[in-house]
């Protein structure tokens, strides 16, 4: 098996600081592939930036981003025009969790979540599709949730934006498959990150690396078939 199957390929991971991004821009760089990540703080992509160029022979870019204000996404992209040349696989990974119930979820707090989950996501895709036609088609994954199909008390916001997001990418995909712009979604369970302030080494959840596993095995699979959704969660739950 060819492990740098996406030499001359160049790929965007939001989000990709750390957790479950970081995961997935190093595997896409150790698989050749020349690599931008984003995150909201310029010294945290810095970091990542530097720890995945000194791990990979890859060429690994960064920018500090917050993906829910739409003026960030379109520099960020203009940054990749210059500094890549191109595009042709985007990871909208980025994202943020405020659990709280519907009444006492604040304003500013609800539309976090759905600008960062939800908007921003449409924000970056909205840029990505035109550069992916350019070149010919391309691959977009978005990083979901069982909590797109799950509700739970206290996901109020977070429900809302998952179930949009999946939503958004079944019809994006509609929408783009004849233009070999080929689009899935990801809907881990339980993830072993500091996500939600959750502490880490729960040796029962999912590995970032799961499911930057489960983004190769995507990008791996021939143009003729289309992988829509994944469901993964861990074997064995916590009881």
């Known amino acids: 098996m060819n492990t740098r199957f996406l030499e001359q390929r160049n790929a965007v991971v939001t989000g990709a600081t750390r957790g ?12 050749g592939a020349s690599v931008a990540i984003c995150g909201r703080k310029q010294n945290d992509v810095d970091r990542a930036t530097a720890d995945l160029s000194s791990q990979s022979a ?7 981003v917050d993906v829910s204000n739409s003026g960030q996404v379109a520099e960020f992209f203009k940054f990749i025009d210059g500094s890549l040349g191109g595009l042709d696989v985007l990871v ?11 009444a006492d979820i604040t304003l500013e707090e609800w539309h976090q979540v759905i600008d960062t989950n939800l908007s ?17 088609g391309g691959y977009i994954i978005n990083i979901s949730s069982l909590a797109g199909k799950n509700p739970f008390a206290g996901g109020s916001a977070y429900n809302a934006s998952k179930f949009g997001l999946n939503g958004f990418s079944e019809a994006m995909m509609l929408d783009h498959r004849y233009d070999d712009i080929r689009v899935s979604y990801i809907m881990p369970g339980s993830v072993d990150t500091e996500f939600g302030s959750q502490a880490t080494g729960a040796g029962w959840k999912i590995a970032p690396e799961d499911i930057s596993a489960v983004v190769l095995m995507l990008l791996r699979m021939p143009p003729r078939a289309l992988v829509s959704r994944v469901e993964i969660r861990p074997s064995k739950p916590k009881k």
């Open 20 to 31: 479950i991004g970081l995961a997935i821009a190093k595997a896409l760089a150790e698989a």
């Open 120 to 136: 921003g996501v449409f924000y970056c895709c909205h840029e990505a599709l035109p550069r992916l036609r350019e070149r010919g």
């Open 92 to 102: 909208n990974n980025a994202g943020v969790g405020i659990f709280r119930t519907a």
């Open 58 to 64: 890859s060429r690994v870019i960064g920018k500090a």
